[in-house]
T-cell receptor, first 113, second 112 residues
């Protein structure tokens, strides 16, 4: 069956450390993968997109990797801050259609001062 | 910075009633989407809309649901006869020529 798995337990880290979140998928062949941030009661906010032929993408303190062999993406936040506390969603996108996104359940990140 | 807006922010309705959720996508975007998120669960795709017609829909999007772009700015989702299980946050999203989607703040629908 098709699955997208993100760490179901909350990730607690100390301010200033690097947070690493994982997204694994099974029986999908995405053309790209996106990471979103969601705060309670709010809509997802786009962070980064990485294509299947890209290994790594960076934006400021954010880095995402994509390994289509392992069927895994890693999302890193360096020098984390309490303001980074939120739920982070990975979403798979596909070519040949109108680009619906299939979301994982998300990982809650808590950054403690 | 342009953003997607949605109204109302919260809608309470009785089972069997019709509701219309409204969205104003980003003005130069061409692709429009509705997603829903039941409390504590993942964001689920409902429907995509392009060139004034539905381009793809999920199994959730049955005959009780419809979408419309009645003018050049609004994009609506109608649920004809609401059920208790329709209670959820409904998100509208839009995108331009690139793949990233921009989501609205959501409408919380409560069916009693």
């Amino acid at each position: 069956s098709q699955k997208i798995e993100q760490n179901s337990e909350a990730l607690n880290i100390q301010e200033g450390k690097t947070a690493t979140l994982t997204c694994n998928y099974t029986n999908y062949s995405p053309a790209y993968l996106q990471w979103y941030r969601q705060d309670p009661g709010r809509g997802p906010v786009f962070l980064l997109l990485i294509r299947e032929n890209e290994k790594e993408k960076r934006k400021e303190r954010l880095k995402v990797t994509f390994d289509t062999t392992l069927k895994q993406s890693l999302f890193h936040i360096t020098a984390s801050q309490p303001a980074d506390s939120a739920t982070y969603l990975c979403a798979l996108g596909f070519s040949g259609g109108y680009n619906k996104l299939i979301f994982g359940a998300g990982t809650r990140l808590a950054v403690h001062p | 910075e342009p953003e997607v807006t949605q109204t109302p922010s919260h809608q309470v309705t009785q089972m069997g009633q019709e509701v219309i959720l409204r969205c104003v996508p980003i003005s130069n975007h061409l692709y429009f989407y509705w997603y829903r998120q039941i409390l504590g669960q993942k964001v689920e795709f409902l429907v995509s809309f392009y060139n004034n017609e539905i381009s793809e829909k999920s199994e959730i999007f049955d005959d009780q649901f419809s979408v419309e772009r009645p003018d050049g700015s609004n994009f609506t989702l109608k649920i004809r006869s609401t059920k208790l299980e329709d209670s959820a946050m409904y998100f509208c999203a839009s995108r331009g020529q690139t793949y990233e989607q921009y989501f609205g703040p959501g409408t919380r629908l409560t069916v009693t």
